[in-house]
């Protein structure tokens, strides 16, 4: 197995770093690897830190630019990289101006979201700079492909994959099933890293505001239970799996996000007159957490599972595949139920068992809170700073060794 490591705690005192934030994903694209890097950011201009942030471009989206462009968010620069559209999804280009961007960053360190095509070449850019890297492993490239048909392509993804992780100082796993994949794959130097949650934002007293009481009598006028699922709208989140739902008494359905399969959900779920509210971003969404009884997610491939902390926190009992992510964040009975993605109509028994004991499903969604009341971004954002720290002590790993390195440490754990 790959080497594990641990995050040394960060006192508030820490000296001002430069972070280079490289992110495959950047506003005006809300995804969670988005969420997850802005919440980075913020915690970075919070403890004093400077950053540059390195981005896709996306103008129009389908636009191809052949120039770098700057930006701001917050006090930090954003360095836009030219980019070329993938369903709805822009995807940076490796463009050599990258190496001259962190060159001049004066970085400490590096910070690679969901590493591949930018990222790859952060890192080992990087590298030849001398420049410490952590690179944090939260898209499943290879299980995307896989489940677009193109099986042929998972070996080389998952090898493409481990190079750049393995090329990295440290690698920040944010599940024990990714912690675990990477181990397989060879990847040494893997740490665990989740995310926080806005607990301030999501929370269940939203639930007795006159705005979301109205939200909740337009969506279910007669009282119905309201199901709901938030996320990505696209096809590795399989919310198709809503169909299971049809025919269920008393129930009304909600879809909160924006995404390329939205068409054909439209198509596929018109028999439950699901409220499709597209995307949605901070109080907006958090009444819309506010408005649901039950919290369902569809796709069994997720690294992590954000919105299922979202969930937790406004009060919620989750209901998710067993599988990824939402593995280390639901327990079974507790606080919402796993069911399993392969069995046929599994969704739906675990919808009907919540949806006939309301007053089960009111503990889930209370001891959903609890567990999340202590993972706020401020704890986890320090935990980040503890792992820079990490990186740094190890310092960049000599370019075209990574890989070697990363196979000796298997060879070396297993003996």
Do not use: C
């Not at 999804?89 to 360190?109: E, N, Q, Y």
């Not at 440290?170 to 099933?177: I, R």
């Not at 979202?310 to 989750?318: F, I, K, N, R």
């Not at 209370?366 to 009341?373: D, F, K, N, P």
């Amino acid at each position: 197995m790959g080497s594990t490591m641990s995050a040394r705690s960060v006192e508030r005192g820490t000296s001002p770093r430069t972070v280079a934030v490289v992110t495959e994903s950047f506003l005006p694209t809300l995804n969670g690897v988005t969420t997850s890097v802005l919440a980075v950011l913020d915690h970075l201009e919070r403890r004093g830190h400077r950053a540059v942030v390195i981005a896709p471009d996306t103008p129009g989206l389908a636009q191809f630019r052949s120039r770098t462009t700057v930006e701001r968010y917050r006090s930090f620069d954003v360095h836009r990289i030219p980019a070329v559209a993938y369903r709805q999804f822009p995807v940076a280009l490796p463009h050599p101006v990258l190496d001259t961007i962190l060159a001049a960053s004066g970085a400490d360190v590096l910070h690679a979201a969901s590493p591949f095509l930018l990222g790859g070449r952060a890192i080992t850019a990087a590298g030849r700079l001398g420049i410490p890297s952590v690179a944090v492993f939260q898209t499943d490239v290879a299980g995307f492909a896989r489940r677009n048909g193109l099986t042929a392509t998972v070996p080389l993804v998952r090898k493409i994959l481990g190079r750049i992780h393995a090329g990295a100082s440290l690698t920040l796993a944010p599940s024990s099933a990714t912690a675990a994949m990477l181990a397989e794959d060879g990847v040494p130097r893997v740490a665990r890293w989740g995310r926080g949650v806005d607990t301030d934002l999501f929370r269940p007293e939203r639930r007795g505001s006159a705005h979301v009481r109205a939200l909740r009598r337009r969506i279910a006028p007669h009282g119905e239970t309201i199901v709901g699922y938030v996320g990505r709208l696209a096809p590795e989140k399989e919310v198709e799996r809503l169909a299971e739902l049809g025919g269920i008494p008393g129930i009304r359905i909600v879809v909160a996000g924006g995404g390329p399969s939205r068409a054909m959900l439209e198509r596929r779920l018109r028999h439950l007159d699901v409220t499709f509210t597209g995307p949605l971003r901070g109080d907006a969404l958090a009444d819309a957490y506010a408005s649901l009884d039950l919290f369902v997610h569809t796709g069994p491939a997720e690294t992590f599972g954000q919105t299922l902390q979202e969930a937790h926190a406004s009060g919620l009992p989750v209901i998710a595949p067993a599988s990824g992510g939402p593995l280390d964040l639901v327990a079974p009975g507790l606080d919402g139920e796993l069911y399993d993605p392969d069995a046929p109509q599994a969704l739906r028994h675990a919808v009907l068992r919540l949806h006939h004991d309301r007053a089960l499903a009111d503990r889930m969604g209370s001891a959903g809170r609890l567990r999340v009341e202590g993972t706020t971004w401020e704890a986890v954002g320090d935990e980040l700073l503890g792992h820079h720290d990490t990186a740094r002590t190890i310092g960049a790993p000599p370019v075209g060794r990574a890989v070697r390195a990363g196979r000796d440490e298997k060879v070396s754990a297993r003996a």
